[in-house]
Structure formats: C-alpha cells, structure tokens
C-alpha cells in the first residue's frame, strides 16, 4: 500500500473542520466536496478535483488530469484500490446559472462615454485605461453606466454590476437621479431575456484571472473600482474585489493555496479580521494599515487604497501616468509588510 501511495501526485484534503470542505460541483450540495492537494497542501482546482462525501446519492470523484511522475510514467485517474462510485457525474454538471454571453460580449466597449473609462483615461492615459478595460472586462450600458462583471474561476460569467460614475472625481453618482449601483441579471430578467428560475451565484471580481498570474500574491479589497486602479499602479500583485465590506463570504475560498493581503475600505478592518479567521486554511493577513495613517478627511469619507492614491497624486500634482511615487513606494511597503 505505501509503494502504491507514491505514485499519486495528489491526495484527499484531510478534515480540518467545516471550512476545509467545500460545495459539491456535482450535487451542490455545501461543505461535502473533499478537494484533492498535493504535498504541499495546494489544492489542484477546488471547484473541479475532489470528492463528495455522498457516495451513494451524488458519486462525484475527480482526481486531477493524468501527469508524467518523477520516473516518467503516468498517475492514474483513481487509485486501483478504491472502487469507483456506481453513480459518477460529469465534470461540469452543477446547474449555475450563468448570464448570456452573446449580451456580455455587446457591451465590451472601450468608450469615453463610460464615465468610469474616462476617469481612468485621466489618470493613467488611454493606453493604460484600455488595458485595465480588457484586463478586467469591464462593460458600458447604452447609458453610458460601468458594468463590473464577475467571471470565476472557470470563465463563467455569473452577473455584473451596474455603477454609474462622475468622469472628473471617479466617484460614483450619488446625487438621486440614478440608483447607486443596480445588476445586469435584474435589467435581463424585467426584460424577460433570462429564463424563469435563473439563480444568481457570485463570486470575486477579478476571479477569472487567478490562473493567468499563478505565482502573483493576492490583494483583496472592497470595491471594484479599488481593483483596477490598484492593478494598474501595484501590478506586483493581483488585485481582486468582495464588491463590498459584507461580502466576504465562502467566495475567498477560491483562494485557497494563494498568498492573500486583504484591505478593507476605513472602517472594515476589524471586521474582515474577525471574518478572515473563519477560514484557517487560507493565508489571509488584513492589513490595519489605512486604520493607522488615514488623515482626517479620508476617514470622514471611509475611503479606500485606491482614494488614498488618487489623493497623493493629486496633492503633489503628478501625472499618475508617470509611475509610482514615493509615496506610494511606502504605502505599498507597509501595506504589505507591516501585517506579515
């Protein structure tokens, strides 16, 4: 038995309370789903390579795609001496509910009529805006709203959220003439352009690219917005979004195996701290760093990173588009480390 352990790459995650089982992809069911890891404890895909623990009712069992080993042979798919479950599903069968992509696709447009986009283009110039556009697949409404779209980590598009923006501050329009934020399935489904008994899902903003930047450490911030303009002056990390100070939630398991800085808007510290030590398996450090430095103003107005930088550059009348400051070296510097 131990020689036959030595030819798996991967073994079952063993039981380290509930938040070290995950949702089922093929029953749905929550906290059933046993992912598979490697010696490291890194998990091969949480969403896909794993078992359920309801053998008889569900089956699902999927071990990681055949690999060469270090003598040059091959992994099986199941250890020869477990028996496969009498009832298997396939790969991707759980019932998400996903928007159509003929519809996403229409409103992927680099246009300055977003005033999002065009705060960005600002900034950072519309070579660099462009880039964030795409990166990010950041969408425009006929009226000329910011669609921040989620896309997990299997490049489903689960919805997108409807922001509207002022081009000059970037902040969003809160003066009452349009609702602060509002969500592409609930335009869809008034519209009767979803079927009947579509199930919104969520997951991070920015999710999607986990598997493009592989070795990059994770930040996690609050807002969208937070995300892409960090990325463009932080691009040593890979900046993902909650969409908000209450969603951290079961969503950052994704997460598990990566190296995570978490910074909550003013005000969420102690809160995402609290959350955070929910789930021991990841590595999660919440940075208090804003708590501590935040001058007067921003604190009155619970502002983020992001605010934080616009604001330095503004106040020393740089171009964003000339690099990162000083200033902005040691607030990356401390944002990072000081938690560590």
């Known amino acids: ?58 089956g699902y069992n999927l071990y990681p795609p055949y690999q060469p080993n270090r003598k040059g042979g091959k992994v099986y798919a199941l250890p020869k001496f477990r028996k496969r479950p009498e009832k298997r599903r396939k790969e991707l069968s759980p019932k998400l509910d996903t928007l159509p992509l003929e519809i996403v696709g229409k409103t992927l447009l680099f246009t300055p009529k977003n005033g999002f986009i065009a705060f960005l283009s600002g900034l950072f ?9 795409e990166k990010y697949r950041i969408g425009t409404t006929r009226d000329g709203f910011t669609v921040f779209y989620q896309y997990d980590i299997m490049d489903r598009c689960r919805t997108g959220k409807i922001i509207p923006y002022d081009p000059h501050t970037g902040h969003r329009i809160k003066d009452g003439s349009v609702p602060e934020a509002m969500w592409v399935h609930s335009r869809l489904k008034a519209m009767h352009q979803l079927p009947d008994g579509w199930t919104l899902s969520q997951c991070l903003f920015g999710e999607d690219l986990l598997p493009l930047y592989p070795d990059l450490p994770v930040a996690l911030v609050e807002a ?57 398996l990841l590595d999660i450090t919440v940075s208090d760093y804003l708590e501590k430095n935040a001058t007067p103003e921003l604190r009155e107005m619970g502002a983020d990173l992001a605010d934080w930088v616009v604001e330095e550059r503004m106040a020393e009348g740089i171009g964003i588009q000339s690099g990162i400051c000083c200033d902005e070296k040691r607030i990356l510097f401390h944002v990072f480390t000081e938690n560590q």
Request: contains cysteine; positive net charge.
């Open 125 to 133: 110039g519309e070579e660099t805006a462009k880039a964030l556009v």
């Open 224 to 280: 969208e917005k937070t995300a892409v303009i960090c990325s463009a002056v932080f691009p040593e990390f890979l900046w993902l979004a909650t969409g908000g100070l209450s969603q951290f939630n079961d969503r950052v398991n994704v997460l598990l195996g990566r190296k995570v800085i978490a910074i909550p808007d003013l005000g969420g510290y102690e809160l995402w701290r609290k959350k955070a030590q929910e789930y021991p």
């Open 1 to 58: 038995m131990e020689m036959m352990e030595k030819n798996y790459r991967y073994h079952l995650l063993k039981y380290k309370g509930r938040n070290s089982r995950y949702r089922c992809p093929g029953c749905g069911r929550a906290r059933c789903f046993t992912p598979y890891v490697d010696a490291d404890g890194v998990p091969a895909d949480v969403e896909r390579y794993g078992r359920c623990d309801h053998v008889r009712s569900c």
